[in-house]
């Protein structure tokens, strides 16, 4: 399952923060952030990549394997000691008020993707957004206690553009996984065979699609500066970074020209910085 561009951070077992492009990254802005929200995110993020690589990479049948470790999540749930030491060090977390259903989702996300290798149109990948997607946010916001429906809504939306966006980053080694991430209508009315979007005739073709997923990551991205101004704290400076990240990523693809096959294409943290600055200039500058 693709994680989501905004700026990242990789956790190491002293909950410091270290780079690392090489993983599923969980977006947060965590530098800057005091050392109580930074521990909670690293441990949520320590979450998230677990599930990911259940999904992505265990060895054996990753569907028991991906069940396996939700029916440990849920001793956390009720009450009980998980065995699993990753769930044992976000226990405290999920009991402060975070629940399980967000990663309850990200899991039905890993098992979706052990079935379904392709969707027809934006609406089904927005679907499997709500799953892939909505649950960082839901996550983010409810560490820093800023939850509420309106908010939530705001966050879906963005996390739905981010995850988008990420697929159009990856399409080459989601192809080689067996994947396509994007839409087959948008594919066959460009003239893409869905089955083969990589085939060197349809490159100029393929660059279209992406560059109509990115157009449609923006608008979703318009609801971030009504996000960043509900809120207030560092939360403000935590969603500055995944909606700047955002931005900055749609810069860099455009800047492609959709092309997604040759070099990787990765934002330019000069982008995510010019893009955080006027994020938290439009939302007042309040922290």
């Known amino acids: 399952m693709s994680g989501s561009p905004s700026p990242t951070v990789a956790a190491t077992s002293d909950d410091t923060a270290a780079p690392d492009a090489t993983t599923e990254n969980f977006p947060v802005a965590l530098r800057i952030l005091p050392a109580r929200h930074r521990q909670a995110l690293l441990r949520v993020y320590d979450v998230a990549r677990h599930i990911d690589q259940l999904g992505d990479a265990a060895a054996g049948d990753r569907v028991v394997a991906l069940v396996a470790f939700r029916e440990d999540l849920h001793r956390v749930r009720d009450g009980s000691v998980p065995r699993e030491e990753v769930l044992r060090r976000v226990a405290p977390v999920?009991?402060?008020g975070v629940?399980?259903?967000?990663?309850?989702?990200l899991i039905e996300a890993n098992l979706i993707d052990q079935r379904v290798?392709?969707?027809?149109?934006f609406a089904a990948l927005l679907h499997y957004c709500s799953y892939s997607a909505h649950p960082v946010g839901r996550l983010v916001l409810a560490?820093?206690?800023q939850s509420t429906a309106g908010r939530i809504r705001l966050s879906d939306n963005v996390?739905?553009?981010l995850q988008v966006l990420e697929h159009c980053q990856d399409v080459v080694e989601d192809h080689a996984a067996g994947r396509v991430y994007l839409p087959r209508?948008?594919?066959?009315?460009?003239g893409v065979d869905p089955e083969d979007?990589?085939?060197?005739?349809?490159?100029?073709?393929?660059k279209t699609v992406v560059l109509q997923q990115v157009r449609r990551s923006r608008t979703l991205l318009d609801d971030g500066p009504r996000l960043i101004a509900e809120l207030h704290g560092w939360a403000r400076i935590a969603v500055c970074g995944f909606v700047a990240g955002g931005l900055?990523?749609?810069?860099?693809?455009e800047r492609a020209g959709g092309d997604v096959t040759g070099d990787p294409v990765r934002p330019r943290r000069i982008d995510q910085l010019r893009h955080g600055i006027r994020l938290v200039l439009r939302s007042g500058g309040r922290r």
Do not use: K
């Open 197 to 206: 979007p990589l085939a060197p005739r349809s490159a100029d073709a393929l």
């Open 185 to 190: 209508d948008d594919l066959r009315a460009a």
């Open 143 to 145: 560490i820093f206690g």
């Open 117 to 121: 290798s392709t969707y027809d149109d």
């Open 159 to 161: 996390c739905a553009a």
């Open 248 to 253: 900055a990523t749609a810069d860099a693809l």
């Open 99 to 105: 629940g399980v259903q967000p990663f309850d989702d």
């Open 94 to 96: 999920i009991r402060d």
